[in-house]
């Protein structure tokens, strides 16, 4: 581990550090580097399985992750945020070694052809599945937030190209952003979950990462989605603390947002097009009630229209052959 004199860097060379980062963040052109496509790596030992309800998305074992990667290159995806589903739960010490060493897999055989992000939240890894440790049956905020920017360093120093902190805490992006800092890794971008509703949509992502929690719900942190003004400062907030890219999930059910989170935060604002809402697409293609490709381009533009800078769909592997040549 690299420790030192924090570096002042250039918030906007985050965003521009290679071709692609570049195009994700143009406002030129809808391009399809402004795609990015979930993937979920399990650690145990089974045979990748489609997840229920995503269509042809898999949770991935460790022996088809390159042929994956390598087929979604081929078909013109390039960008990427990683899930990663390790075998063994625990609500002290977490295990890092299978997730450094599936970073160091993809990004020693891939390297600057993609870019990676990590969604940094401890759901899939905790045996309460909630995003967050407890202490007396209170978050324990202190302790979570070491255990993520521990996380977050290992995950960069192994590999990844940003990292994604979903969980909601306060405090999460500018303790990542300071240890990163402080570890000279302070040309990572932040890609905020800032806006994130305790939602009803999430149960196929769920499912894939393992996270549903053993007791209660997500409101403790999450969101109200009735709450129009805590949206939007939710948002304010974690651009105050550093993050250099914002988003907004469901992405669907949060257009009315994305303008003016980007008007109050003068930051690029992504949508996250979740699991239930792509899963919803694909149930009613299954019953012959929409055309899947033409529905799945109205939301996509749809969201584009709203202000979404980047989108996260389940569904980003195919825009090139869906129209998006660039």
């Known amino acids: 581990m690299m420790t030192g004199k924090k570096i002042l860097i250039n918030k906007n060379m985050r965003l521009s550090s290679n071709q692609i980062v570049k195009n994700m ?4 052109l809808f391009l399809r580097d402004q795609f990015i496509q979930p993937v979920f790596i399990k650690e145990v030992e089974t045979p990748s399985s489609k997840i229920l309800g995503l269509g042809e998305n898999k949770s991935l ?3 088809d992750i390159l042929k994956q990667f390598e087929n979604d ?3 013109g995806c390039r960008n990427f945020i990683l899930f990663i589903i390790p075998e063994k739960k625990s609500d002290e010490i977490f295990d890092k070694s299978f997730s450094n060493e599936i970073l160091l897999l993809i990004k020693n055989e891939f390297k600057d052809e993609i870019q990676l992000w990590v969604d940094l939240c401890i759901c899939s890894r905790t045996r309460s599945g909630h995003c967050c440790l407890y202490k007396d049956k209170k978050i324990d905020f202190e302790s979570s937030l070491k255990v993520m920017s521990e996380l977050a360093l290992s995950y960069i120093e192994s590999g990844a190209d940003g990292i994604a902190p979903s969980s909601m805490l306060k405090g999460v992006v500018s303790k990542i952003r300071s ?3 402080l570890n000279n890794f302070n040309q990572v971008p932040i890609m905020s979950y800032s806006t994130k509703f305790a939602s009803n949509f999430y149960g196929p992502f769920r499912e894939a990462a393992d996270s549903t929690p053993q007791f209660g719900d997500r409101s403790d942190y999450q969101l109200d989605f009735k709450s129009r003004s805590e949206a939007i400062d939710s948002s304010i907030r974690y651009a105050n603390e550093g993050a250099d890219l914002l988003m ?3 992405g669907l ?3 009315d947002l994305i303008k003016p989170i980007i008007e109050k935060t003068k930051k690029q604002v992504g949508a996250y097009q979740v699991s239930g809402e792509y899963a919803s697409l694909i149930q009613l293609a299954k019953d012959n009630l929409i055309n899947y490709e033409k ?4 939301t996509w533009f749809t969201l584009k229209r709203a202000g979404a800078q980047f989108i996260i769909t389940y569904a980003a592997r195919n825009a090139k052959e869906l129209g998006f040549d660039k």
């Open 25 to 28: 963040v143009s406002t030129k």
């Open 61 to 63: 074992c460790k022996d």
């Open 73 to 75: 290159i081929i078909k």
């Open 179 to 181: 240890t990163l800092d």
């Open 248 to 250: 907004v999930k469901p």
């Open 253 to 255: 059910l949060s257009l």
């Open 295 to 298: 529905a799945l381009l109205e």
